[in-house]
């Protein structure tokens, strides 16, 4: 009767350990797509977008500058799904800025848009631009939300 007893209170401790309520990890941007929607092209400059969204999570500069900013959201599944990760929220901002600092270009992309996205298989140029930085950037996050462990990519 002792053994049944403690194996009861060993199995509501493990039981109370575990939370009914999801846990979401955050990452980047909080509230991303609110916070572009009150970008206004052609009148917010470089000043307005770092107050408001804060510093770009990655940044480059050709003819213009491009500032990049991410939000990612993901969750745990169910106990039955053994907690693989479930993609909540991936949206990317990319803003570009001209020689003064004015937002001259602004495009957003939520998980569905990532998905429509047209990747050239090919490259016949050895030449950086800023189109080919933004879709490989995209390509590679585009990869995450198929595969967010990286599971996919490791051969046995």
């Known amino acids: 009767f002792g053994f049944m007893k ?14 009914l309520n999801k846990v979401v990890q955050h990452h980047g941007v909080h509230n991303l797509e609110k916070k572009q929607a009150k970008l206004k092209v052609n009148f917010t400059n470089k000043n307005e977008i ?3 969204i804060g510093p770009p999570s990655t ?14 959201k993901t969750t745990s599944t169910r106990l039955s799904r053994l907690g693989k990760k479930k993609l ?3 949206n990317v901002a990319i803003l570009e ?7 001259v270009s602004k495009k957003f992309y ?16 050895g030449e950086m631009t800023k189109n080919s930085f933004v879709y490989k950037f995209l390509y ?4 995450k939300i198929n595969d967010p462990l990286g599971k996919k990519r490791i051969k046995n």
Do not use: A, P
């Open 6 to 19: 403690k194996l009861l209170i060993l199995i509501l401790l493990f039981l109370s350990s575990c939370t």
């Open 88 to 90: 909540l929220v991936n």
């Open 50 to 52: 770092i107050e408001l």
């Open 59 to 72: 940044k480059s500069s050709f003819d213009n500058d491009l500032y990049i900013y991410i939000e990612r």
């Open 110 to 125: 939520d998980k569905d848009d990532m998905q429509k996205i047209k990747f050239e298989e090919q490259i016949t140029t």
């Open 140 to 143: 590679s996050l585009r990869q």
């Open 97 to 103: 800025l001209d020689s003064r600092g004015l937002l």
